[in-house]
């Protein structure tokens, strides 16, 4: 089992540029969480899917953000246009029917 | 709404010794789940220990255990035989179980000296 997938680990982008990161959860889990990481806020929950629908997107902060679960082994958040506020550590995890939760190594996210 | 509180910004022990992290939440909800993250410098977030809330028996994990106090709502983790590896970023955090999404506390940073 190689866990939750994340791409890519670094990500420095300018202000203005669409950036995608990408997500494999666990085989076989039905939940797929985003958060996203600051040192202000802490640890925020942007979005999540059951069964590839989203089921909760009220943690998306803007319209710049938005994010895909077109099967059940990928999902995708994007970020259009980006700005430096939106630096921080982006996690995803996935977990089957919170029985437990597994979180990816995290993308960390520069805009400049 | 949940909500779950770390009121200790930071705590430092020494290595050998116990040290307990504290945490309180609050959760209109019946059935729920309260865990403990570690978080190392390589900022991979590491599942700890984990309490359902009608288990009245505290969780126990190697040398991690908690206190679940269900009334007063408070889940404080006990790490016994503090090692340097132990040096993280700890983040208690609830679930329903209803609608399955973590919320975490702001986190307690862990230094374990030499």
């Known amino acids: 089992d190689a866990g939750v997938i994340q791409s890519p680990r670094h990500e420095v982008t300018e202000m203005g540029q669409e950036v995608t990161l990408r997500c494999k959860p666990i085989?076989?889990?039905?939940?797929l969480f985003w958060y996203r990481q600051t040192m202000m806020r802490g640890l925020e929950l942007l979005i999540y899917?059951?069964?590839?629908?989203?089921?909760?997107d009220s943690g998306m902060p803007e319209d710049r953000f938005s994010a895909k679960m077109p099967n059940a082994s990928f999902s995708t958040l994007k970020i259009q246009p980006s700005e430096p506020r939106d630096s921080a550590v982006y996690f995803c995890?996935?977990?089957?029917?919170?029985?437990?939760?597994?979180f990816g190594s995290g993308t960390r996210l520069t805009v400049v | 709404a949940q909500t779950v509180t770390q009121s200790q910004p930071e705590m430092s022990v020494q290595e050998a010794e116990t040290v307990t992290l504290s945490c309180t939440y609050d959760?209109?909800?019946?059935?729920?789940?309260l865990f403990w993250y570690k978080q190392p410098p390589s900022r991979q977030m590491i599942l700890v220990i984990r309490?359902?809330?009608?288990?009245?028996q505290n969780a126990t994990e190697n040398r991690f255990s908690v206190n679940f106090q269900k009334a007063a709502k408070s889940f404080s983790l006990k790490i016994s035989d503090s090692q340097l590896g132990d040096t993280a970023m700890y983040f208690c955090?609830?679930?329903?179980?209803?609608?399955?999404?973590?919320?975490f506390g702001k986190g307690i940073t862990l230094s374990v000296r030499p």
């Open positions: 899917f059951n069964n590839n629908v989203p089921i909760d």
């Open positions: 955090a609830s679930d329903t179980g209803a609608n399955s999404k973590l919320t």
């Open positions: 309490q359902e809330a009608y288990k009245q």
């Open positions: 995890a996935s977990s089957l029917s919170a029985t437990g939760y597994t």
């Open positions: 959760t209109s909800e019946s059935n729920y789940y």
């Open positions: 085989s076989g889990h039905d939940y």
